[in-house]
């Protein structure tokens, strides 16, 4: 199916991803994308895979200088991928995408959602009195307060706790225990104006066969007429794409009309677009 050639939610070098902005510019300008967006990962303290604070200083001014230097071939957008638990991002960015990567259990333990699905295991087991639903609702009880803690327009990959239950063995996701804290996050997010990933990037690393949210997400989401927003989590410039086609295709199953991209006129801002189309425009050539 038809997708827009536009990814906001990309990882360079400052943190986990394998390219430099540069190079991931000239792969989005070979692919034929209108948009590029960057996504850094947001400092927290502990980590391996997110910007240290000296390189969100100087990632910013790179990606500030691309968008200026490659202005009239693609529209390069400054954003980044805001945990709930690091300090406030600042000004500056055209979007934020807000996520939740760690949640903490009542005796303060710091737990991480996808560093593994062994350490997901033991976390259950020592933190979370081996209830796997106690699990997921700690995630959703946070992932409803990202607008409020981070500041965010846009919601990662929400549904986290599904990478790795493409096969249901952590939980059952037709269980009430799982979707009632899902639909009360996703009720609150939608009354809150999110936009909502179609998050392909477990699909690339393997990890799942569909895209995050569920279809049952998706589907609530259809109904509420919230806002889809398709993004690969690239950590590579191999992966800008990925599995964009079929991700629409399986919006489309579940209800989803349009695509939510950046406005072409001022891509700090969002419009919709029909399912199935390419969404082919040109941003303003100042
Ligand atoms: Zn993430
Ligand atoms: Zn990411």
Redesign the pocket.
């Known amino acids: 199916m038809k997708f827009p050639k536009c990814n906001l ?1 990309t ?1 360079t070098r400052y943190c986990d991803g394998q390219d430099t902005p540069e190079e991931l510019v000239g792969a989005a300008i070979g692919l034929g994308m209108e948009a590029l967006g960057f ?1 850094g ?1 947001s400092y927290l303290t502990d980590c391996d895979w997110c910007m240290t604070p000296e390189n969100t200083v100087r990632y910013r001014e790179e990606i500030l200088q691309l968008k200026e230097k490659y202005r009239g071939k693609i529209a390069v957008l400054l954003g980044i ?1 805001q945990d709930y638990y690091s300090d406030p991002a600042g000004d500056g960015y055209d979007f934020l ?1 807000g ?1 939740v990567h760690r949640i903490y259990a009542d005796d303060g333990t710091p737990c991480q959602m996808d560093d593994g699905k062994e350490i997901v295991l033991r976390d259950i087991k020592e933190h979370f009195e081996n209830d796997v639903f106690r699990w997921v609702r700690r995630y959703y009880e946070t992932v409803a307060g990202l607008p409020e803690k981070t500041g965010c327009g846009i919601i ?2 929400f549904d986290l706790v599904q990478k790795y239950n493409q096969d249901k063995s952590l939980f059952d996701d037709t269980d009430l225990r799982y979707r009632k804290p899902m639909l009360d996050a996703l009720d609150a997010l939608l009354d809150r104006d999110m936009i909502f990933e179609l998050n392909t ?1 477990a699909i690339a690393q393997g990890y799942r066969k569909e895209p995050y949210p569920s279809a049952y997400a998706l589907r609530w989401i259809a109904q509420k007429q919230g806002r889809i927003l398709l993004s690969s ?1 690239a950590h590579c410039a191999q992966n800008l794409l990925y599995g964009f086609s079929e991700a629409a295709e399986y919006a489309g199953s579940c209800g989803i009309g349009g695509l939510t991209v950046p406005d072409p006129d001022d891509p700090g801002t969002f419009r919709i677009i029909p399912l199935g189309s390419d969404g082919r425009y040109r941003f303003k050539r100042k």
């Open positions: 939610h990882h996504s990962h991928e995408i996520s990662g990959h990037g989590d």
